[in-house]
């Protein structure tokens, strides 16, 4: 990848961090523990990425805003109880962050988290430090809504051809080929190849260390 790209932008979960089981498991306590049916496996991963009102609408077509408040509080309890730790951490992710920084290219995160959910996961990480900016549903509008990404490019004042979104699943990649950003996909997270491709990502790459070559490092 040339060095054009001013601005490396991940998301978290399944991207930056080995996340999604865990999420999934507490999406699915917090909803049982209410009352709501127990769903497949594929439900839960298929929703990471969207913020948490849409997925829940997602999730459970016609949920009242009352129900809603009450599976995020249990969910946060559940999520909360487990931080990140660095171990969690996909394997040479945190290399990619110190060696994008040297070289002078920011690094920026682009969420569906909550903003609670991402400081905490931040600093417990141990990968605060690296990131310029960080951008979250809860602040913005949620994927594939390209808000979070034209915020970061108002911010950097570049163009959407001097960044690049690096992913796991297909919101993020919408999200940036409806501004005409470049993206890359990663398939250790939420979605295959297959499906990553239908958003014409410059690649999908299938372990950290094609994601160093592709980022020219």
């Known amino acids: 990848m040339s060095q054009q790209h001013k601005v490396v932008i991940f998301d978290w979960d399944g991207t930056v961090v080995d996340s999604i089981e865990h999420i999934a498991d507490c999406l699915h306590q917090a909803a049982t523990d209410l009352g709501f049916p127990a769903l497949e496996r594929a439900a839960y991963r298929d929703i990471i990425g969207l913020g948490m009102v849409e997925a829940l609408e997602a999730l459970y077509p016609g949920i009242s805003r009352d129900e809603m408040k009450a599976i995020r509080d249990g969910y946060g309890s559940y999520f909360f109880a ?87 699943t297909r919101y993020d990649l919408e999200m940036a080929r409806r501004i005409g950003m470049p993206s890359i996909g990663v398939e250790w997270g939420v979605h295959d190849r297959e499906e990553l491709g239908r958003y014409e990502p410059l690649a999908v790459v299938s372990q950290v260390a094609e994601l160093r070559n592709v980022l020219g490092l």
């Open 82 to 168: 487990r931080m990140v730790t660095p171990k969690e951490v996909f394997e040479g992710m945190a290399d990619i962050l110190v060696d994008l920084n040297a070289g002078g290219r920011h690094c920026a995160v682009a969420t569906g988290k909550s903003r609670r959910g991402l400081d905490r996961a931040l600093e417990s990480s141990e990968l605060g430090g690296h990131f310029a900016l960080t951008r979250c549903a809860d602040e913005t509008r949620s994927k594939p809504d390209p808000a979070m990404l034209e915020e970061i490019l108002a911010h950097f004042s570049i163009t959407p051809d001097e960044a690049v979104m690096i992913g796991d």
